[in-house]
């Protein structure tokens, strides 16, 4: 079946490190966003990719980076620099086009918790 | 610029009661609109869009909207809400002109037996 995959559910960084979220889609979808939900609140979005190797940074991205080598994978690093990173992040894909009928297809979210 | 406004953070019903979800836009064309329902610790879930044609959409579990042009609304509504319809939405809207989804804040449902 198609989706897309946000690995791991889980997560605890430590103080000072750098942690790797995975997205991964099979849904042959152009775009990619990364956002971050804080507890009973809306979506934030953290940086977002129309096209293979290119990404623009959304309104939160500081303390944050992402990659876009594959169409299929969107990795979200949160780094030292946020200071803040306890969060759920949700990645989604959608489909691009002039039409803009489309909506997003979102995982199932990574929990991150600093420890 | 484009936005979204959900006015109500929480909605409480009863259960067999209607269940009305809030949401306007402001636009200066066209918009696509999205229903989204998220359940605790989990994505989003795509409930129904408007694009264009009839003003009355219907979406998964029952639920339905309705596109109001001359109010830039798009309530979200259900007949009879359950206790399994507690959760979180979202409204989205999109313009043709772009291609990122713009949410708004959110609304708690919360079904009471």
């Known amino acids: 079946d198609g989706g897309i995959t946000q690995s791991p559910k889980y997560l605890f960084r430590k103080e000072g490190q750098n942690v790797t979220l995975s997205c991964e889609q099979n849904l042959n979808h152009d775009a990619m966003y990364w956002y971050r939900q804080d507890p009973g609140q809306g979506l934030r979005l953290i940086y977002y990719?129309?096209?293979?190797?290119?990404?623009q940074k959304g309104d939160i991205a500081e303390g944050y980076s992402v990659s876009r080598e594959k169409k299929e994978s969107f990795p979200l690093t949160v780094t030292s620099a946020q200071k803040n990173p306890t969060a759920f992040y949700l990645c989604?894909?959608?489909?691009?086009?002039?039409?803009?009928?489309?909506?997003?297809?979102f995982g199932s979210g990574t929990r991150l918790t600093v420890v | 610029a484009q936005s979204v406004a959900q006015p109500e953070d929480q909605v409480n019903v009863a259960e067999g009661n209607p269940l009305t979800v809030k949401c306007t836009y402001s636009?200066?064309?066209?918009?696509?609109l999205f229903w989204y329902v998220q359940y605790p610790n989990r994505g989003l879930q795509f409930l129904l869009k408007?694009?264009?044609?009839?003003?009355l959409v219907k979406g998964s579990y029952g639920f339905e909207a309705e596109f109001n042009k001359s109010q830039t609304s798009f309530h979200l509504k259900k007949p009879s809400a359950l206790v399994s319809d507690s959760a979180l939405y979202f409204c989205?809207?999109?313009?043709?002109?772009?291609?990122?989804?713009?949410f708004g804040g959110g609304t708690r449902v919360l079904v009471k037996p």
């Open positions: 989205a809207v999109r313009f043709a002109a772009g291609n990122k989804l713009t």
């Open positions: 990719s129309q096209i293979v190797n290119d990404f």
């Open positions: 408007y694009i264009t044609g009839d003003n």
């Open positions: 989604a894909s959608s489909s691009t086009g002039t039409a803009g009928a489309y909506g997003y297809t």
């Open positions: 636009v200066s064309g066209n918009p696509y």
